[in-house]
């Protein structure tokens, strides 16, 4: 396979390109899937099979985690207090029984996803993809 340096060099994605790629995939996902779920898992399973194929795997597998968490997070912890503020005007009611639990949820994914990053910033030195 020739790489861009040359015969015999082999193009290696780094770890922070393929961080910063699946995580930007998990907030699409993570989009997604709390809107059309069998279209958001089918772009999981792309997803996972895309970090299948090449290295490096875990770096790909914490961003991922990490986007879908945060996107779950930061969407339904909006739309919760959006609702707040509709039920503080007079005659207004909003309701989001049982959201607490997909916050919580979106908050142990997304800590997942952190505790993976974390350990490729530690491991940063070894060699070869991960």
Known sequence: MAGPKGPGTVNVTTRRTAWLAFLLL?????V??????????????????????????????????????????????????RCEAFNREPGQS?????????ILVGLVI?????VLSTFLIVRRGAAGPV
């Open 26 to 30: 998990g907030v699409l996902d993570g």
């Open 32 to 81: 997604v899937l709390l809107e059309f779920p069998t279209l958001g898992w089918m772009i999981l399973a792309l997803g996972l099979g895309g970090i299948g194929v090449r290295p490096p795997r875990i770096a790909a597998v914490a961003g991922l985690i990490a986007g879908i968490g945060a996107s779950w997070t930061s969407i339904l912890v909006w739309g919760t207090l």
């Open 94 to 102: 909003c309701e989001s029984p049982g959201i607490e639990g997909w």
């Open 110 to 114: 997304l800590a997942v996803g952190v």
